[in-house]
């Protein structure tokens, strides 16, 4: 039985419970587009979606993420306004770190209480922010109050917290990015623009120190699980044209072989992720979960629905190999691949024409101003791959769950869309193009791959089924139609 079906649609986010959350906000302020209210993530998740228009300062947000892994000094020299960049972290103080500086066994002058951990136990689960820069942290802020004794061991608690991402690598794929063929070169080095790509796999290919089934079998059968159904490749080769240059080829089952060159970008950019993800951790020896990936557009020359399988890939990696994702993008397809997994948060960055400010999404209001930044129209939301029209959001929760039971790999917003269309409403709806005017909505034109769920209302399963069913059936199709065999939806669930 199920009760309150649908407060299970709606979870806070301060209701998930998730061992990859990082507390800490970050903030920036006066680092290229952003000034002295700055830029901020309130928190970090496993999936950090960075979502504005363009120069908005997206990828400010992703070199501050840069900074506090690799604390390179050229991120100092781009201030604004002739100062220079600022980065606060409000961290909540654990018990761990008061005991390391306040200690059990010591008692400072000015502190009446028994020992310094006896006073110092108060500050436990509150604000401490500090500036984080490239080789110090320095206290800023506490919100409690304390004695001047302990001024000094407060100070010293900054150099004690550990820093956000500390101790991962820093891993990047820039908006603009190519593979192309290229001359052979001993070094592997993984770059954000894709340069060295093609030396890379040419290498694991061809040296027999290099294990071949890592581009041969394992990135082939990753790049084909989210290239599938609209191709497969059965090979990946490297081959050294007539200038010396190795060029990568696939072939399909008929034997073709088809040049990297000679495709899109969008195989390019899944063929580059994958580079990052599969083969890099292997190359470098190191977890997946040691790297915090940062992918900017990946959207770019790829069709909403590869899109959608490409992010469903990566969610599917962070969620296994507990790893961190920063993604910056300008497609509405990522509110529906992420918009509703607890473990994504969307981030709106947003310029006045002076200045950048960042908002993290917690509302449908919200979203909305998404998408009114992004100029995406209604229509422009259903490019899911079919629609299935049910009656009202019960039957939504029903339907996910019975198709979750048989096909658990098929998600709603990535394979799929529920849409409702209200019980009576149906008179005035349409799946034949050819009968409709003014006062008939065309569904197909909505989207062609449409199934239709339609309760029956009757007492019994002999009921006369009512002219406007009929219709809809019959413009439909029986194969993308099911009438209720009892009154409504509900009847096929149990006692």
């Given at each position: ?22 507390q800490d906000k970050i903030r920036v302020k006066n680092y290229k587009c952003f000034g002295d209210i ?5 928190q970090i998740l496993p999936i950090n979606i960075i979502i504005g228009k363009n120069n908005s300062g ?340 029903y339907i996910n769950k019975w198709i979750n039971l048989l096909r658990p790999d098929l998600k709603e ?83």
């Amino acid at each position: 039985m199920l009760i309150n079906p649908l407060l299970r649609l709606y979870k806070p986010l301060c209701a998930i419970k998730n061992r990859m959350i990082i507390q800490d906000k970050i903030r920036v302020k006066n680092y290229k587009c952003f000034g002295d209210i700055g830029g901020k993530f309130e928190q970090i998740l496993p999936i950090n979606i960075i979502i504005g228009k363009n120069n908005s300062g997206k990828s400010s947000l992703i070199d501050l993420i840069k900074y506090l892994i690799n604390k390179k000094s050229d991120f100092n020299l781009l201030g604004r306004y002739n100062k220079a960049p600022e980065v606060y972290i409000e961290h909540i103080l654990t018990d761990d770190e008061i005991s390391f500086i306040f200690r059990y066994n010591t008692r400072t002058s000015g502190i009446i209480e028994k020992s310094d951990y006896e006073y110092g136990k108060r500050f436990i689960g509150n604000k401490y922010t500090y500036n984080f820069r490239e080789n110090s942290k320095t206290f800023k802020s506490i919100d409690t109050e304390y004695v001047e004794a302990s001024k000094i061991m407060i100070n010293l608690l900054a150099g004690k917290i550990k820093s956000p991402f500390e101790g991962k690598t820093f891993c990047s794929i820039s908006a603009e990015r190519d593979i192309i063929p290229e001359k052979s070169d001993k070094k592997i080095i993984f770059t954000p623009n894709g340069i060295g790509s093609t030396n890379i796999i040419q290498q694991i290919i061809n040296r027999t120190n290099r294990n071949s089934q890592l581009i041969e079998q394992k990135l082939l059968n990753e790049l084909n699980t989210i290239i599938n159904p609209d191709i497969k490749f059965s090979r990946i080769l490297v081959q050294l044209n007539d200038r010396d240059y190795w060029e990568l080829y696939f072939e399909n089952s008929n034997k073709d072989s088809i040049a990297l060159s000679k495709m899109g970008s969008g195989i390019k950019t899944i063929l580059l992720v994958l580079l990052n993800l599969i083969v890099r951790p292997d190359i470098e020896n190191k977890s997946p979960s040691s790297y915090v990936f940062a992918f900017e557009e990946l959207e770019n020359n790829l069709h909403p629905s590869l899109q959608r399988r490409l992010y469903n890939y990566i969610n599917n990696y962070s969620l296994k190999n507990s790893t961190y994702f920063f993604l910056t993008t300008h497609s509405n397809v990522v509110i529906d691949a992420f918009g509703s997994s607890e473990n994504t948060q969307l981030i709106h960055v947003l310029n006045d024409g002076e200045k950048s400010t960042t908002i993290t999404i917690s509302s449908y209001s919200e979203t909305k101003n998404i998408l009114n930044d992004l100029g995406i129209k209604a229509s422009d939301i259903l490019q899911s791959n079919g629609v299935i029209w049910v009656e009202g959001p019960s039957d939504r929760i029903y339907i996910n769950k019975w198709i979750n039971l048989l096909r658990p790999d098929l998600k709603e917003g990535l394979h799929y869309s529920i849409m409702f269309y209200g019980g009576r409403l149906l008179s005035n709806l349409s799946f034949d193009f050819e009968w409709f005017n003014n006062n008939v909505i065309p569904l197909l034109k909505i989207n062609k791959n449409a199934f239709v769920i339609i309760d029956r209302d009757g007492k019994s399963s002999t009921t006369e089924i009512n002219e406007t069913k009929k219709r809809i059936s019959k413009e439909i199709g029986d194969n993308n139609s099911w009438i209720t065999k009892g009154r409504e939806i509900e009847n096929y669930l149990t006692d």
